[in-house]
Nanobody, 120 residues
Framework: VQLQASGGGLAQAGGSLTLSCSASGSIIMVHDMRWYRRAPGKQRDLVAGITSGGGTNYADSVTGRFTISRDNAKKTVYLQMSSLKPEDTGVYYC???????????????WGQGTQVTVSS
């Protein structure tokens, strides 16, 4: 199972970016999908999560500005980021809970990380 993230880059404060992350490999089902952020000098923190049924949760710092969504047919999760702030800068990682073809359920699948830099 592999997770491939894309969509990071440089944005100005107040701007927008959209991240995407696709799961591939020997997958029976993808359950929860999440985005984490590691800001410079800080630990990796949960930004947003979405269940297979579409239920969502957000960190307080991004509520109202970020939207997480998914396309189950494509096994892809998206993070639409708007009204970006310099403090949104960091490396964004996608994470997924996957039932693989060996019928093993694990949440230890991570994308490679994509850099988001917001300038003031």
């Amino acid at each position: 199972v592999q997770l491939q993230a894309s969509g990071g880059g440089l944005a100005q404060a107040g701007g927008s970016l959209t991240l995407s992350c696709s799961a591939s490999g020997s997958i029976i089902m993808v359950h929860d999908m999440r985005w984490y952020r590691r800001a410079p000098g800080k630990q990796r923190d949960l930004v947003a999560g979405i269940t297979s049924g579409g239920g969502t949760n957000y960190a307080d710092s991004v509520t109202g500005r970020f939207t997480i969504s998914r396309d189950n047919a494509k096994k892809t999760v998206y993070l639409q980021m708007s009204s970006l702030k310099p403090e949104d800068t960091g490396v964004y990682y996608c994470n997924a809970e996957v039932l693989n073809s060996d019928w093993v359920l694990s949440s230890n699948y991570w994308g490679q990380g994509t850099q988001v830099t917001v300038s003031s």
